[in-house]
């Protein structure tokens, strides 16, 4: 397995990246289990809504932060972009910049290293995004008053993967991630605290196939032979190991739409959730009112961004 994520981070990364041989060893950075502490809460100096960098592994870091209204404590979200988009176009597509700063979050969206197309997954080679996306919860606690016991990831497709991947990286650190079209990219592991889990899904998604497989279905030349070296397991079949992992038991399937399947589970441990949300038809979209025709098609009677943030809402604190 191990074998078949390395050659995904190739497809996903080493098309136009620098070569991985020339880049550091990830090294996951441990997280220990996140205690009360008033951090920047006492602190008269803020972090300000806008761009802003921050160093980690010698490598200059960039990420874009929506602050919300109010004194806090406010729960944080990191905001994950997918292979070959940027921070700035996954805060437009994803829209949980605006709608989670008005929800009171306070959200990050990170853009991977320089010269990257995607980030570095987990216990692979490349720079070390588990070690920057943890010293950027550091940084944002420490300049926002923020509510360290409810942390939480989103992403789109790699950044799926990527959000996926930090549940166990982190040493369940995170109350809840949210990916969309990419929760088949890490398999599960079974030391993983209890961790809210909603996921989405298009059944006609050819980049990352619902019911697993080969990925990017319609490449050619060389990424077809480096993509024809990776099996993905079925969607379904993933969220249904996580679900086992955390305890989930009364596994449920309600129609949400004529599009849309909710599949569900009545009891996890510790009181968080798992959720998947199939779209039948669909792309490798977001679904909710953005459009990208070239990725297939989008569910437009389910808007993602407010799901994932009521399912936040109601996750349980570290």
């Not at 196939?209 to 279905?217: A, D, E, R, S, V």
Request: glycine share 12%; net charge positive.
């Amino acid at each position: 397995m191990l074998k078949g994520v390395i050659m995904l981070v190739l497809l996903l990364t080493g098309c136009t990246a620098a070569p991985l041989s020339s880049a550091p060893v990830s090294s996951p950075t441990p997280t220990p289990t996140p205690t009360s502490s008033a951090g920047g809460c006492s602190k008269s100096a803020r972090l300000g809504p806008g761009r802003h960098t921050l160093t980690f592994g010698g490598l200059k870091r960039r990420y874009l932060l929506s602050v919300p209204k109010g004194d806090g404590p406010h729960p944080v979200l990191l905001d994950l972009h997918g292979l070959g988009s940027s921070a700035a176009q996954q805060a437009a597509y994803s829209r949980l910049p605006e709608a989670g700063s008005r929800r009171g979050y306070i959200v990050a969206t990170p853009q991977a290293a320089e010269g990257r197309l995607g980030w570095t997954l987990p216990h692979t080679y490349g720079p070390d995004d588990t070690g920057f996306l943890t010293a950027l919860l550091d940084h944002l606690e420490q300049g926002l008053c923020a509510e360290r016991r409810r942390e939480f990831a989103a992403g789109m497709s790699f950044g799926a993967g990527m959000s996926t991947g930090l549940i166990c990286a982190m040493n369940g650190r995170l109350a809840g991630i949210a990916p969309v079209a990419g929760i088949n990219i890490v398999q599960p592991c079974a030391e993983a605290e209890p961790t809210t889990i909603i996921a989405f899904h298009g059944t006609a998604d050819d980049i990352v196939p619902y019911q697993g497989g080969h990925p990017l279905q319609n490449s050619s030349g060389r990424l077809r032979v480096l993509a024809d070296m990776v099996v993905l397991k079925p969607v379904e079949q993933v969220v249904d190991a996580w679900a086992r992992v955390l305890g989930c038991t009364g596994r449920t399937t309600s129609a949400v739409s004529s599009q849309v399947r909710l599949r569900g589970w009545k009891s996890c441990r510790d009181g968080v959730s798992v959720g998947l949300y199939t779209v039948k038809g669909g792309g490798h979209t977001w679904p909710g009112p953005l459009r990208v025709p070239r990725l297939g098609a989008t569910a437009r009677d389910l808007d993602a961004t407010d799901v994932i943030l009521d399912a936040f809402d109601r996750t349980p604190s570290r």
